[in-house]
């Protein structure tokens, strides 16, 4: 990855693409969490120090979230099992992410347990 730059943008603009052409929310869902996956990857193996990118990818979980909780419950397991995991890895970056996605995180599960 030396020297390529790194375009949260990009990544971003493929979900909206995605979002606009098909929009299936349990396919958002695969996108977003994935993106979150890949993110926090990159975060492990390199060490950067970006507030943006690290901003981007805390809302990104959050979104994700989002969208698992408008899932009917009976899809919802798989894709709440590797956020879980993502809030986990959260510790290993730094920046107050695990702080962040721990919030956001328990926002999520009270509102699920009051509807």
């Not at 107050?96 to 999520?108: G, R």
């Amino acid at each position: 990855m030396k020297g390529q730059p790194i375009s949260v943008s990009k990544a971003k603009k493929a979900i909206g693409d995605y979002k606009k052409a098909i929009g299936r929310p349990d396919g958002m869902a695969e996108l977003s969490i994935f993106y979150c996956e890949e993110a926090l990857g990159f975060l492990e193996s390199c060490s950067m120090d970006d507030e943006k990118y690290f901003a981007a990818l805390i809302r990104m979980y959050g979104r994700s979230l989002e969208i698992v909780s408008s899932l009917p419950p009976a899809e919802r397991s798989t894709y709440l099992e590797r956020l879980g995991r993502l809030r986990s890895r959260g510790r290993n970056v730094g920046w107050v992410v695990e702080e962040e996605f721990n919030s956001l995180w328990y926002d999520a599960v009270d509102e699920q347990q009051s509807e």
